[in-house]
């Protein structure tokens, strides 16, 4: 299985690098997508991903770093790396009042500014978005960019049955992470339930959010993304493993990672 948005680079995981990569591996998890959050960040990923031929890499700032310093020369110099296979994490964020809105819409503004520049392969690349509390906002600035829906990815999806409606009318994709499994998530899982299986994708966003029945394990890991995919599996009433084979095409072609792997 292909864990679709990790953070491998995170010091809660990079200390155990090695021993992260065994327990994916006997768990099923053979691919993963390391995704950054910094211009920083997204060097680190890639040489890990260079390392690895079944580890891809992003390439974008995440919105709570609104207010850092960012070398958007390196953002476009890893995007243009074949093993780079989407933008991102980018968004908006606003369940904390820091960073201010402000800054973040400026922020969302100059990387759009540097997607929409591209050429080649980066002109098409997916678009992993990070969106909390608003949704409202962040698709209407997408609609304007002229970035096709179908690039937009809306990854750790928290919202209700109303909510991924109004993603799903925009056109984007859909995924889940272990939060779809938790005993007072019934929300989600109502929306998860409406997602078409074609649109959906799913992800640990590791070292966050371990999924029930390993929800106490600190920090979370990528073999712990078959814990989610079962879980939606047994909700959708589908067989496991032909829902993990779903999942995983739709990575493949989401990702485009037979062309980047």
Known sequence: ????????????????????????????????????????????????????????????????????????????????DDRCVAWGELGLDWYYKDPPRDAQFALLDRHLEVIQSASGRQATMPIVLHCREAYDDLIAILRTSGITPERCIFHCFTGDAATVDIVLEFGAWVSFTGIVTFGNAPEIQEAAARVPLERMLVETDAPYLSPEPVRSMRPNEP??????????????????????????SNAVRCFGLEDGG
Request: net charge negative.
């Open 1 to 80: 299985m292909i864990d679709t948005h990790c953070h491998l680079t995170s010091p809660k995981l990079a200390d155990s690098y090695a021993s992260v990569l065994d327990r994916a591996e006997e768990a099923g998890v053979d691919g993963m997508i390391n995704v950054s959050t910094s211009s920083m960040d997204c060097v680190e990923g890639l040489a890990v991903a260079k390392k690895h031929p079944r580890i891809w890499c992003t390439s974008g700032i995440h919105p709570h770093e609104a207010e850092a310093e960012h070398d958007w020369n390196a953002i476009r110099l890893v995007a243009e």
């Open 223 to 248: 073999c712990n993304v078959v814990h989610t995919a079962r879980f939606l599996a047994e909700l959708r009433g589908i067989e496991a493993d032909d829902f993990i084979g779903c999942m995983d």
